[in-house]
């Protein structure tokens, strides 16, 4: 069975620092996909970011970049020069090759950024 | 603009009541998805569908029915048998292959009354 886990369920960071947000996963699938998924209060979920099991550099997406360590299993999330804006909880997710697209959750960080 | 629609945002249920929430997209996706969050949790996957006429059941799909008749729509039923259906409930849906990522609505929240 494919799992997530999200060991911080809050964090407190200063505007403009870097932030990491740690994400470890547990699967037998050997080509799997992993994602970042940012939820403001407002409910909605927004695509931040995705690895690949195969890709050979760690993805980047303007301030996101992922931290893939696939020997410890983690994908952990960097946001550089963090923002006012970037308070929201933020969710690690996982496909795997078998079972079609669908995703499995870890349980989420809430990221809180100071002025 | 292209997007997934889903209504209403806000809902209530009496006891005893089946209540369907809609989704749209006009994606042109194949595949659509039904999550359930209940308050500081991540996802889980009610139901999914990767082709018209076509669901399987995710980790919690008992007290819920899904159809899928056209590929633009995926509506959820909460039924009665769903003992504990206070949640928020997210629809998306994804092009069905690679690492496309799925897209998501803005949810709808439903309560008991």
């Known amino acids: 069975a494919q799992k997530i886990t999200q060991t911080q369920p809050g964090m407190f960071v200063q505007e403009k620092e870097a932030v990491t947000l740690d994400c470890t996963y547990d699967?037998?699938?050997?080509?799997?996909?992993l994602f970042w998924y940012k939820q403001p209060s407002s409910g909605e979920m927004i695509f931040l970011i995705y690895q690949g099991s195969y890709d050979q550099q760690n993805a980047t997406e303007g301030r996101y970049s992922l931290n893939f360590q696939k020997a410890r299993k983690s994908a952990n999330l960097v946001i550089s020069a963090s923002q006012l804006g970037d308070s929201a909880m933020y969710f690690c997710?996982?496909?795997?090759?078998?079972?079609?697209?669908?995703?499995?959750f870890g349980q989420g960080t809430r990221l809180t950024i100071n002025p | 603009d292209g997007g997934i629609t889903q209504s209403p945002k806000y809902l209530f249920r009496k006891e005893g009541q089946n209540v369907t929430l809609s989704c749209e997209q006009n994606l042109n996706h194949d595949a659509m998805y039904w999550y359930r969050q209940d308050p500081g949790q991540g996802l889980r996957l009610i139901y999914y569908?990767?082709?018209?006429?076509?669901?399987q059941k995710g980790d919690i799909a008992e007290g819920y029915s899904v159809s899928r008749e056209k590929k633009e729509s995926f509506p959820l039923t909460v039924t009665s048998a769903q003992k504990n259906p206070t949640a928020f409930y997210l629809c998306a849906s994804s092009p069905g292959t690679g690492g496309q990522p799925q897209h998501f609505g803005d949810g709808t929240r439903l309560s008991i009354l």
């Open positions: 997710a996982m496909r795997g090759r078998f079972g079609a697209q669908k995703l499995v």
């Open positions: 699967t037998s699938d050997p080509s799997y996909g």
């Open positions: 569908s990767q082709i018209v006429n076509d669901f």
